[in-house]
């Protein structure tokens, strides 16, 4: 791992996110790169390679306040969600991404007679475990929390009929594209409910936040949060399916199935790139 790759930066980024809790966003840029065993100067080229902004500005959208800030600010309520196309396929505001769910039948079967390929990818947050199947990206996981082994079996339990093939080489150009913004295409392999749930996460644009209550509201079961906040950590394709935007209602972060540094530091990479 060199100081050129994303693992290397999101490395750097979670030990600064510690930092930055432990004595708050008043510290300064000597001071944090101090912490980091960095010079000033390095440490602010390794933010900027990751993120295009300063680690001084950067700060501010690591502080624990920012999500209520986003909250506030650029919240999404998905009242419009079905002009966007919540039920087939289209373009999602900046990335272009198209999906297909698995009908309920074949979803019934677990997966059987599905054939899935994975590999083990650098990105912006880590180490990215990716699952495909020729119509698309259909799992996305992260292991520094829980293990890459956990990580596997979590993926693979959740279709355990389908035969799993390792197979990064014909993967590269579809993971290169999902991480670089380009056109991808998304195999959502879920209940119908489950579905729903992702969908309505599709709509939200990023560098925006919505609420679990908006959310039930979207897929027209308002009072059902608890049943789409399952549905929502159930997400098999993390980062493209944005569930790391659904926060509670009072700008908390709430859950995040890859541990909430990773959602934090989603959260701030995208406002950064969208200048709030």
């Known amino acids: 791992m060199t100081d050129q790759s994303p693992a290397y930066h999101y490395m750097v980024m979670t030990r600064a996110l510690e930092a930055i809790d432990a004595d708050g966003p008043a510290l300064t840029l000597e001071e944090l790169a101090a912490k980091m065993r960095m010079s000033p100067a390095h440490f602010q080229r390794i933010f900027s390679q990751w993120v295009g902004v300063s680690p001084k500005r950067y700060q501010q959208y690591l502080a624990l ?62 180490p990215a475990l990716v699952m495909a199947t020729d119509r698309g990206i259909c799992g996305m996981g992260f292991a520094d929390e829980m293990g890459a082994e956990a990580a596997m079996e979590d993926l693979t339990g959740r279709w355990p009929k389908a035969e799993f093939v390792e197979d990064p080489v014909a993967m590269r150009a579809e993971v290169d594209a999902a991480f670089g913004g380009k056109a991808t295409g998304l195999h959502l392999i879920g209940a119908p409910f489950q579905i729903k749930v992702w969908e309505a996460l599709l709509a939200i644009p990023t560098g925006h936040v919505t609420t679990y209550a908006d959310i039930a509201g979207a897929i027209g079961h308002p009072a059902a949060h608890r049943a789409v906040g399952t549905g929502v950590g159930r997400n098999p394709i993390s980062f493209l399916i944005p569930c790391h935007r659904a926060l509670r209602r009072d700008g908390g972060l709430g859950g995040y199935h890859w541990g909430l540094p990773r959602k934090r530091a989603m959260l701030a990479w995208e406002a950064a790139r969208t200048a709030l």
């Open 65 to 126: 306040g920012h999500a209520r800030r986003l909250l506030a600010e650029r919240h999404t309520t998905l009242a419009a969600s079905h002009e966007v196309g919540l039920s087939g396929s289209g373009r999602l505001h900046d990335l272009f991404l198209t999906w297909e769910a698995m009908s309920p039948g074949d979803y019934a079967r677990g997966g059987a007679g599905l054939s899935i390929r994975w590999g083990w990818f650098e990105s912006p947050f880590g």
